[in-house]
């Protein structure tokens, strides 16, 4: 009797224990999923900029080498755009551009990448390479979040 009364003891506790974890996760995942992630609750703006800036250069590819006008602000070594395009190079333009261009590799095709406190520098791209594709990325609320401007410096690309 002593070991049929330890089982039924033993299966009341792992069922509550497993009831427990249940509401827990369910908990958990339904305040990631539901909160959390679609409001942006607790994320921060450059770690934003970051996981857009991240996803677009993922789509564009490894023939694309980003030169990043974000510092002091942001920087290419942030981690959702080193985890989300982890096959693009990437070069952080800190000096700015002051009319030269010199530092921009022909081994693979150039994205300048500018946070809206870095506009004034596109002027300088724009003239050295007047054939690029302007593109604007904005927030939810229609705020600028960045700009990227593709260049083709490979034929066949």
């Known amino acids: 009797y002593v070991r049929i009364a330890l089982r039924e003891e033993r299966s009341a506790a792992l069922i509550f224990s497993a009831t427990l974890l249940l509401v827990g996760s369910w908990q958990s995942i339904g305040f990631y999923f539901g909160d959390y992630t679609p409001n942006r609750l607790l994320g921060e703006r450059n770690t934003e900029v970051a996981n857009d800036l991240g996803r677009y250069l993922s789509a564009l590819g490894p023939e694309y080498h980003c030169y990043l006008f974000g510092a002091p602000r942001l920087y290419y070594g942030h981690p959702p755009i080193r985890f989300l395009a982890p096959d693009i190079a990437g070069t952080d333009v800190i000096d700015g551009a002051e009319g030269r261009l ?56």
Not at 102 to 125: G, I, Q
Not at 126 to 135: D, H, I, L
Not at 137 to 153: K, M
Request: charged share 35%.
């Open 102 to 157: 010199d530092f921009v590799s022909t081994e693979h095709n150039a994205v300048f990448v500018f946070l809206p406190e870095r506009l004034d520098e596109l002027d300088v791209v724009r003239r050295q390479y007047p054939a690029g594709r302007f593109r604007e990325f904005l927030d939810e609320r229609g705020d600028l979040r960045f700009i990227a401007y593709e260049v083709e410096l490979l034929r066949g690309t």
